[in-house]
């Protein structure tokens, strides 16, 4: 099957890594041509795995384009691949995070530019276990009935979910980078497993009233980045409640997306009902101490649990 790879960074080599495991011919794509020379790519060449610096060239490779780009710049991405007739094709988006403005979710702005085959993607797994060819499983959120052609793609050791609920997908992919932040805190302060998968647990219990549909990957993505040290939203939490200054440095310096989408998620969700997301938008507007999480994800809810 011929296949297109938006996208030249770790996940993209991951995502290509597993689907040229099952012989598939790929179109790898970047904006930069010295991208394929770094070591990942430059040792991955064959007769069925072609580049480019040219996104049309790209797009009119195959009917099959994964969109593996980072957030900031999906929206330029998205405006220029319309303009090259792929209404008829599959886009496969990977990319976690949302649009700075209506319509907000991928999705939509792909409905609204009349692609109506889109499929967003997650999974409890890192792109460094992905290109070591490791067991996972991986769910596709879209509308299209193409179940059999995405599991084609891949090979038997990867695990393939479909299901309909794709904003659920996308908003959970956001909201899981935000609650990770509330792991570093509480890790920084306690330095306790035993309260991290406490606090992760009541991650998820907010997630299922925010979600119409909270999928098995959902939850796992969800446990996996937030309790992952090395992880951006990780750490930016535990410098938060370290070194205040420092973690302004941090976020000018690294891309932290689950802070750098919380004026996004207040426009969308109407977060006062959701303590733990309201509490860590506080935190991170600097509106409150960090050292107060902790008391008012525990201790205010066994208070309100109490006076039931």
Same mark, same amino acid.
């Given at each position: ?187 920084? @302060? ?104 902790? @008391? ?11 006076? @039931?």
């Amino acid at each position: 099957m011929k296949i297109t790879c938006i996208g030249s960074g770790v996940f993209s080599y991951a995502i290509a890594t597993l689907l040229k495991e099952k012989g598939n011919t790929l179109m790898i794509w970047s904006h930069k041509k010295e991208e394929f020379t770094k070591e990942n790519w430059a040792t991955f060449q064959n007769e069925h795995i072609f580049y480019t610096t040219d996104l049309k060239e790209a797009c009119s490779f195959s009917d099959e384009i994964f969109l593996l780009i980072s957030s900031p710049f999906m929206e330029d991405i998205l405006t220029k691949i319309k303009e090259f007739d792929i209404h008829k094709k599959t886009l496969y988006i990977g990319t976690k995070g949302l649009l700075s403005h209506e319509p907000y979710f991928y999705s939509s702005y792909c409905e609204k530019s009349d692609i109506s085959n889109v499929y967003s993607f997650c999974g409890p797994n890192l792109a460094k276990d992905l290109s070591m060819k490791t067991p996972v499983n991986i769910t596709f959120s879209g509308k299209s009935n193409k179940e059999v052609k995405i599991k084609e793609m891949f090979p038997d050791f990867i695990s393939i979910t479909i299901n309909p609920y794709i904003k659920d997908t996308e908003l959970a992919s956001v909201l899981k980078n935000i609650y990770a932040i509330g792991s570093g805190i509480l890790w920084e @302060q306690f330095a306790s497993k035993s309260t991290m998968i406490s606090y992760l647990s009541l991650c998820y219990q907010e997630l299922s009233q925010i979600l119409s549909h909270v999928s098995i990957d959902i939850l796992g993505d969800l446990f996996l980045t937030g309790i992952m040290p090395e992880g951006r939203n990780f750490t930016y939490g535990r410098l938060l409640l370290k070194d205040k200054e420092e973690s302004k440095t941090y976020q000018k310096q690294t891309t932290v997306e689950g802070a750098n989408m919380i004026k996004l998620i207040s426009q969308i969700l109407e977060v006062e009902h959701y303590p733990i997301l309201q509490n860590l938008i506080h935190i991170i507007k600097n509106e409150k101490n960090p050292l107060t999480f902790y @008391q008012e994800i525990f201790v205010k809810k066994n208070e309100s649990l109490r006076m @039931q």
